[in-house]
């Protein structure tokens, strides 16, 4: 059980920190074009949910990795706006 | 706490139906170029690991999000793939 929740943490780790690079990917090339906006706002909703699942809980995890992924997504969508005008 | 697990159900659903946009975006626009590959890699090996985690719990709902998930991205990778010798 104990590897369990060890594999669940790193998961949850790897699913969050993998928008630092998307984040980096976009500012780098000042493009977004090929972020679809309707999965990124269906996946921030999703963000949303889990953050609001995690407070009812108290699940410090829950909260953490999805209070950072909802920050990483917003700015994704603000450099999506951003460049959609060059 | 029967809404904070509908909560649950309907983030779990959210997050990984958000890929179908993206998959359809990517096979319309048949460009993948603004996707990061870092992202598109470390977030595959948190599904992974979320499967595994789902699957020693023989948890169902984690389980078929996760395996939809990989697979909609394993679509992205292949379309990735493809697109990036035009």
């Known amino acids: 059980m104990r590897l369990t929740s060890l594999l ?3 998961a949850g780790a790897l699913t ?4 630092i690079p998307q984040v980096l990917h976009a ?4 493009r977004c074009d090929d972020l679809s906006w309707a999965m990124l706002l269906t996946f921030s909703a999703g963000v949303v949910l889990w ?5 009812r809980l108290w699940a410090m995890p829950v909260i953490v990795a999805n209070a950072v992924t909802l920050v990483l997504l917003l700015i994704i969508m603000a450099l999506k706006t951003r460049y959609a005008s060059r």
């Open 8 to 10: 669940g943490f790193i």
């Open 16 to 19: 969050t920190v993998s928008f």
């Open 27 to 30: 500012w780098r090339s000042k």
């Open 51 to 55: 953050l609001v699942y995690g407070i």
